[in-house]
T-cell receptor
């Protein structure tokens, strides 16, 4: 089974609107971490936000927030007030204790002016 | 603080040759992971090193190997290159590879095999 599933290969959003990128994960470990990365066309992976499995509050970092629904095993990324510079690939990832990072297949986000 | 650096940034090789890629982690980071990224397969985990020991390994053939030095710098070697090895190779470092440790990525080495 896939550890990380991103079901949206491509998404479009109007500039200044909010957008939600979906991510579901699969683990039986009670301790895990969830991450989101952005990859612009330049290729470098940029860390955006982290959520620990025991964190009670949803993580937020500026315009990024992570909608963490533990029972549903979902960790959706919400980008508020989209900007043209947000156009990129977005990857959801998970790490279990002493285990590797597992990445999803990514979602390509295009922000329309 | 300097980020993760990878050298070389671009490489062109021919089938059958071997290649060595280098990664210098962020100062103080002891865990280094390597990934292969291709349009068709996405981001595939190769291996992770921590304190000079391989801690995790992905599902790649033995032609792919790596090592880590005492200063945490890491190298990845691919022997007997195949056309399918053409990819972006990304290195990422983290403090200790613990659960909440964020991985920070380098700019990658783009390998083209002709």
């Amino acid at each position: 089974a896939q550890k990380i599933t991103q079901t949206q290969p491509g998404m479009f959003v109007q500039e200044k609107e909010a957008v939600t990128l979906d991510c579901t994960y699969d683990t039986s470990d009670p301790s895990y971490g969830l991450f989101w990365y952005k990859q612009p066309s330049s290729g470098e992976m940029i860390f955006l936000i982290y959520q620990g499995s025991y964190d009670q509050q949803n993580a937020t970092e500026g315009r990024y927030s992570l909608n963490f629904q533990k029972a549903r095993k979902s960790a959706n990324l919400v980008i508020s007030a989209s900007q043209l510079g947000d156009s990129a690939m977005y990857f959801c990832a998970m790490r279990e204790v002493l285990n590797q990072f597992y990445f999803g297949t990514g979602t390509s986000l295009t922000v329309i002016p | 603080k300097a980020g993760v650096t990878q050298t070389p940034r671009y490489l062109i090789k021919t089938r059958g040759q071997q290649v060595t890629l280098s990664c210098s982690p962020i100062s103080g980071h002891r865990s280094v992971s390597w990934y292969q990224q291709t349009p068709g397969q996405g981001l595939q985990f190769l291996f992770e090193y921590f304190s000079e020991t391989q801690r995790n390994k992905g599902n790649f053939p033995g032609r792919f190997s790596g090592r880590q030095f005492s200063n945490s710098r890491s190298e990845m070697n691919v022997s007997t290159l195949e056309l399918g090895d053409s990819a972006l190779y990304l290195c990422a470092s983290s403090l200790a590879g613990a659960l909440g440790d964020t991985q920070y990525f380098g700019p990658g080495t783009r390998l083209t095999v002709l």
